[in-house]
């Protein structure tokens, strides 16, 4: 464990990481044929941060959020973390409530509220999200298709 924990490194994502991005995410939910054009902006949006997590060098997790100013109701920004991803063989160990405090202490220059939006079905992401401090809320989130 010692070995993985300082090998373990969590940096800002480069447009070259976005392949490791991917295999993480296939890994989990399967392509996502939009994702990596979502990441390549977010790398270059100032109102986006998206971080990687490392070990040996090879690209193991990532996390990614946005700063947003036009919740109903509120005049405070709030921070999205919208994207989180830890390879199979970190889950469990740490690394991932690593990857997810960092992120929110870099969005915490710019807001101090952080929301998710979760399926009721992904049991994995409300823990981890748990373990970073999250709750459920009252809010109601609305949707429409056309």
């Known amino acids: ?6 090998e373990f490194k969590i940096r800002n994502a480069l447009s070259e990481d976005i392949l490791g991005i991917l295999k993480i995410e296939e890994e989990h939910a399967g392509p996502n044929p939009t994702l990596e054009q979502k990441i390549n902006q977010m790398i270059n949006d100032e109102n986006s941060y998206f971080l990687v997590a490392t070990f040996k060098g090879k690209i193991v997790g990532y996390a990614g959020g946005i700063i947003r100013d036009t919740e109903f109701g509120t005049n405070e920004n709030i921070g999205y973390i919208t994207h989180v991803g830890l390879s199979k063989e970190f889950t ?3 690394m991932g409530r690593m990857l997810g405090d960092k992120l929110i202490e870099a969005m915490l220059e710019k807001c101090e509220i952080f929301r998710t939006i979760l399926g009721f079905d992904r049991a994995d992401l409300q823990s981890f999200f748990n373990h970073l401090g999250f709750k459920r809320t009252d809010l109601l989130v609305y949707e429409s298709k056309y």
Request: hydrophobic share 45%.
């Open 1 to 6: 464990m010692a070995e993985i924990v300082t």
């Open 92 to 94: 469990s160990k740490g």
